[in-house]
């Protein structure tokens, strides 16, 4: 959310080709998302693999 707030920063925004970067990265996991989702429904599971409740990324941050 951050990142969503320097883009609207118009007197310190971020450069273009960063922007572009990060766009690219959230595509990236929105997709992974979605094939979560149909592998869950595939498999009749009740949850996936990639994405877990908590699990700690880099930097820090987590997913949940």
């Given at each position: 959310?951050?990142?969503?707030?320097?883009l609207?920063?118009?007197e310190?925004p971020?450069?273009?080709?960063?922007?572009?970067?990060?766009?690219?990265?959230?595509?990236?996991?929105?997709?992974?998302?979605?094939?979560?989702?149909?592998?869950?429904?595939?498999?009749?599971?009740?949850?996936g693999e990639?994405f877990r409740?908590?699990k700690?990324?880099?930097?820090?941050?987590?997913?949940?």
């Amino acid at each position: 959310m951050a990142t969503l707030a320097d883009l609207r920063d118009r007197e310190n925004p971020m450069p273009i080709d960063r922007a572009k970067a990060v766009a690219e990265v959230a595509t990236v996991l929105i997709n992974s998302a979605k094939v979560e989702v149909e592998y869950i429904k595939a498999t009749k599971r009740k949850s996936g693999e990639f994405f877990r409740p908590g699990k700690v990324i880099e930097n820090g941050g987590s997913n949940g």
